[in-house]
């Protein structure tokens, strides 16, 4: 069939039970073809990193892009758009239709472990950039799937929480970028959350998907559950629900449909359009004109010179710099520099992204040693290294360094499957993994093809590089033992954990053993492991969260023996040193979806660290790799520089390099504000909640707006950010002072760049609007209503900026009336400033007449 095909006519061909098995997946990664009206499958990869896949961890590589909150940062729609583009081109590599991004969760609390996938605190710049970015994919004919829809802001029991907030910050903080990128991108999906919002699950919430999304917003693009996401199996349908993921179904099998049908519950009604829907989506993403899945490939970035320059680009647009002392920034290798000094945990390893479903594997990998490593290699400036701090929640996975498949010789292990429980059946399929950090999400081989009473056998060389007692951990989902050379050393049952951490919390402890062991020689690991099956056992069985059945995995840890002061000895290595580079931060164990971050601080050593590195190195400079803002305040005067580069995936350690040693000009702004005390945000009393309730009892004021409210100087305001120049900002004029609904104010805004490096860089101008009178409900001191970023100015450039600022970004929404409204009289202030702290008023404008919208 033709794309284009009459769609209704196919939905009146389907007979119930077809129509039925649309509205569910039929694998992991697919949806449900019907064969005899010619109706295909369409399949989806996760996001919102880049394009993973059919395989959770061991599959095709795929370019990895920065988090999320690192293109918050760039405050750049166009680069946002660009980033969207590059995406579909790796979702057409993977055979993927629609891309399950972007995530579009607000910054609540700076403890929240999936806050490194969103893009800021503030639903209006949470908007722009959301819209740019699925602008880009579906230009591209690839489905978006923002995510996820809605108050999903924490990590914490996400499958059973219920989120209490009001009505006016759920539409003005919560729901407002998800209508922006609707109003402005038309996604082909959405995807709900896990989490309830006022004692409904956003799955089945028909306030949320008939009323709001459907009614109000007039948007008929597919609603999919989250995986494991579908509360009921009446409700959801009813309700608004149109797919459920993954498949075979959990709640909308065969069996409870018709039970469903023979009491006359389910509205047929909601099956023909949530059936046309999925139709629909078919037909957008060509699928009636091409139904082939192709394998899976990678694009190589050496063919794909516009994805790896754009990898680059984008990491080091999003780096900020926080401070800058006596110009200690950037590093000229030429003047001056005979011997720089790498130190810290996070330097020599490849700290790419948070965890969960985000991470991708990449076609290769770089980390700031490295690169610093090679353009110092350019210049005769000798690198000296030293880690500098434990800072692992775990032991380290083992270094694919030390490992050896013994069948092959390469890095990684060969794994031997079997059906059953003892591994006695004969071998029925033989794969390969990298990393001994494994997971599998129901991707086991089809040999196998189902979800329980399975087994496989873990074989590698493990080869330490040191004589001394070194540390071997072992943790895992199923039931599972781990050898080394024919003795069992330790083992896990396999048993229900309700406070495990592993594995998206699936898992079990970790169990640790030292064991004397010799530099150079060969040990035999081998690991015997059986799928847990727990969704078979009635005692636990209503205890498991969703998915829980279809995860499967082990990990092993190794560290070999370590000196007792490391900071001190990375001090020791400092001192005299023109210049050293401490790299610190959190990773994918301390930040990652499944479960919120445990400390503000920085974890292990890492503060005593900085602080000895700073009192024996002149010349100090401190980057920082985490999602979320960090405790600064112990550190941060003792030393001369510092950068928060977040997470920028593969291209992490060239980004930081580029800005480091100045061949990139640092032009990356805070999308969030940095408190100097979690006591001060304003969340810290009710995140993440109790008794299975999350109340959001700081109600509009999120972020930056609780700061202006209570009047508490943060570390760092939202918008802020160096540069190697310093911009001169000049308010020129704004098109009007009335008020209409069809208005747009426009302003225009001059940027200098008055020099101080003779780099070109760029500067963010942000547009705010405070309301003066009347105020006949409560607003925030101020809010953002607009931005733009400078092209990239030569010193004594100027550039004439505009913003456009719509009627609908100043309004407020009334719950009385069920609408947002702006009062006739309505009195606001606009202002323009570069952060929340350096704001101007540009003018003011008046609403001459009451203004109504949904």
Not at 418 to 437: P, R
Not at 522 to 535: K, L, N
Not at 699 to 707: I, R
């Amino acid at each position: 069939m033709e794309k284009g095909a009459d769609i209704h006519q196919l939905l009146a061909e389907l007979t119930l039970d077809e129509k039925l098995s649309l509205l569910s997946g039929a694998s992991q990664w697919r949806t449900a073809a019907v064969p005899r009206l010619s109706i295909p499958s369409l399949k989806v990869s996760d996001g919102p990193s880049g394009a993973r896949g059919e395989v959770f961890g061991e599959g095709v590589p795929a370019a990895f892009f920065p988090s999320g909150v690192s293109l918050g940062a760039t405050w750049d729609v166009d680069l946002l758009r660009e980033v969207g583009e590059h995406l579909a081109e790796e979702c057409k590599s993977k055979s993927a239709s629609v891309l399950l991004a972007p995530t579009m969760c607000i910054h609540r609390h700076p403890l929240g472990g999936r806050n490194f996938e969103s893009f800021s605190e503030d639903p209006y710049l949470t908007g722009k950039l959301a819209t740019a970015h699925v602008q880009g994919l579906q230009s591209r004919g690839v489905g978006a799937t923002p995510k996820h829809f809605v108050a999903n802001d924490q990590e914490t029991k996400r499958f059973k929480v219920n989120v209490q907030v009001d009505p006016r910050s759920l539409r003005e903080v919560y729901l407002l970028p998800f209508k922006m990128v609707v109003r402005d991108a038309d996604p082909w999906c959405m995807m709900t959350a896990y989490n309830k919002v006022n004692d409904h699950y956003c799955d089945a919430s028909k306030e949320l998907l008939d009323k709001i999304a459907r009614d109000e917003w007039k948007w008929q693009g597919v609603f999919m559950s989250d995986w494991g996401g579908t509360s009921s199996t009446v409700e959801s349908i009813n309700n608004g629900l149109d797919l459920e993921m993954p498949g075979p179904p959990a709640k909308r099998s065969r069996s409870a449909l018709e039970q469903s049908l023979k009491d006359g519950m389910v509205d047929l009604d909601q099956v023909d359009k949530a059936a046309l829907r999925i139709l629909n989506l078919l037909e957008r993403a060509g699928r009636f004109k091409d139904a082939r899945d192709e394998p899976e490939y990678c694009r190589d970035m050496d063919d794909h010179l516009a994805t790896r320059e754009l990898l680059q680009r984008a990491a080091a647009s999003g780096i900020v710099m926080l401070k800058n002392k006596g110009q200690a920034l950037p590093l000229q290798l030429d003047n001056g520099i005979s011997k720089i000094a790498v130190v810290g945990p996070n330097a020599g390893r490849v700290v790419a992204g948070g965890g969960g479903s985000s991470y991708i594997k990449a076609p290769y990998w770089t980390s700031v040693l490295d690169s610093i490593k090679d353009r110092a290699a350019n210049r005769s400036v000798d690198v000296v290294f030293h880690t500098g701090a434990r800072v692992n929640r775990y032991l380290p996975t083992v270094l694919q360094s030390v490992v050896r498949d013994p069948s092959t010789g390469q890095s990684g292990a060969s794994v031997e499957w079997h059906l059953g429980h003892d591994l006695a059946s004969n071998v029925v399929a033989e794969t390969h993994i990298d990393d001994l950090y494994f997971i599998s999400f129901g991707d086991v081989p089809p040999e196998i093809g189902r979800l329980t009473d399975y087994s496989f056998c873990a074989r590698t060389t493990l080869t330490p590089q040191t004589d001394g007692v070194h540390a071997i951990s072992f943790a895992s989902i199923g039931p599972a033992k781990l050898f080394l050379d024919d003795e069992l050393i330790l083992e896990q049952s396999g048993a229900f954990e309700e406070k495990a951490s592993l594995f998206f919390t699936y898992g079990s402890g970790e169990a640790i053993i030292s064991r004397a062991m010799t530099a150079g020689r060969s040990y035999q690991v081998r690991i015997d492991y059986h799928s847990h099956d727990r969704q078979l056992q009635e005692d636990v069985k209503d205890l498991l969260d969703p998915m829980e059945d279809k995860f499967q995995g082990f990990r092993l840890g190794f560290e070999e023996h370590q000196s007792a002061d490391l900071p001190a000895e990375a001090a020791e290595l400092a001192q005299g040193c023109d210049a050293a580079v401490v790299v610190v931060g959190r990773d994918k164990e301390w930040e990652t979806e499944g479960e919120d971050i445990p400390m503000f601080e920085l974890p292990g050593e890492q503060v005593r660290l900085i602080q000895m590195v700073a009192a024996a190195c002149k010349r100090t400079i401190v980057i920082v790799q985490a999602g979320t803002p960090v405790l600064l305040d112990p550190w941060i005067d003792q030393v001369d520089g510092l950068l928060y580069t977040w997470y920028q995936g593969q291209e992490l350690g060239n980004a930081a390099a580029y800005v480091l040693f100045g061949q990139v000009n640092p032009s990356g702004r805070l999308p969030i504000t940095f408190p100097k005390r979690i006591q001060d945000c304003p969340a810290y009393s009710s995140f993440p909640g109790e008794l299975l309730q999350s109340r959001y009892a700081e109600g509009l004021y999120v972020g930056y707006k609780w700061w202006d409210l209570v009047g508490t100087k943060p570390q760092f305001p939202i918008g802020f950010g160096l540069s190697y120049n310093t911009f001169r900002i000049k308010p020129k004029a704004i098109s009007t002072t009335e008020l209409s609904r069809d208005t747009v104010i426009k302003l225009e805004v001059e940027v200098e760049n008055l020099g101080g490096s003779p780099l070109p860089g760029r500067e963010t101008v942000i547009a705010w609007f405070s309301q003066r009178s009347p105020r006949r409900l409560a607003r925030p001191v101020k809010q953002i209503c607009g931005f733009v970023k400078s092209r990239a100015l030569k010193p004594n450039e100027t550039q004439l900026l505009e913003i456009d600022i719509r009627v609908k970004a100043l309004g407020m929404f009334d719950p009385q009336r069920g609408c947002w409204i702006i009062d006739a009289g309505t009195q606001l202030e606009v202002l323009v400033g570069t952060n929340a702290e350096t704001t101007e008023v540009m003018g003011q404008v008046e609403a001459q007449e009451e203004i109504v919208w949904v």
